[in-house]
T-cell receptor, first 112, second 113 residues
């Protein structure tokens, strides 16, 4: 069983669709993160959750809506996305600040 | 403005030799640094980290060096193996934002047999 699991691995959606990305961690961590990696750009932090509470929103548009029901699960709800939102979305978890973050394999999202 | 930069997009090294990957940062508040390795179609894998109270950290074939005055860190891989071929990212955080990693753009390492 891998440490951080993301589903789906690939997602194609239209601009008017609503979909959700799911992340689950089996490492006993208390912090979870969403990152975005666009083509030819560094990984960008989107959201940080500590003990289920959102502690950081890195100026992310409201069409991305995170949800963290417990310390093991993290969702990213998507609605009315734009073509420029096509990217690799990575989830990570850690024991807290100044600890290594462990990543899932990501969801490759394509917006038509 | 990128706060963490990896100025070499690619590096090619012969098997058995040393690989040296470099990373520069501009934010003087950064005090925790990490290196990740990424294979295609997989997420980044944590390799090694260092805090600013140290200038060197070693784990097997991997050593990270930190030069705070130059705001520079490097990853040494000795000896390099073909399985080390991947994209390597450095990342940094610090101050009151220990959770918030800032990543460099990555360096693709190719180790030739």
């Amino acid at each position: 069983e891998t440490g951080v699991t993301q589903t789906p691995r690939h997602l194609v959606m239209g601009m008017t669709n609503k979909k959700s990305l799911k992340c689950e961690q089996h490492l006993g961590h208390n912090a979870m993160y969403w990152y975005k990696q666009s083509a030819k750009k560094p990984l960008e932090l989107m959201f940080v959750y500590n003990f289920k509470e959102q502690t950081e929103n890195n100026s992310v548009p409201s069409r991305f809506s995170p949800e963290c029901p417990n310390s093991s699960h993290l969702f990213l709800h998507l609605h009315t996305l734009q073509p420029e939102d096509s990217a690799l979305y990575l989830c990570a978890s850690s024991h807290g600040a100044f600890q290594p973050q462990h990543f899932g394999d990501g969801t490759r999202l394509s917006i038509l | 403005d990128q706060q963490v930069k990896q100025n070499s997009p690619s590096l090619s090294v012969q098997e058995g030799r040393i690989s040296i990957l470099n990373c520069d940062y501009t934010n003087s508040m950064f005090d925790y640094f990490l290196w990740y390795k990424k294979y295609p179609a997989e997420g980044p894998t944590f390799l090694i980290s260092i805090s600013s109270i140290k200038d060197k950290n070693e784990d097997g074939r991997f050593t990270v060096f930190l030069n705070k005055s130059a705001k520079h860190l490097s990853l040494h891989i000795v000896p390099s193996q073909p399985g080390d071929s991947a994209v390597y990212f450095c990342a940094a955080s610090g101050g009151n934002a220990g959770n918030m990693l800032t990543f460099g753009g990555g360096t693709r390492l190719m180790v030739k047999p």
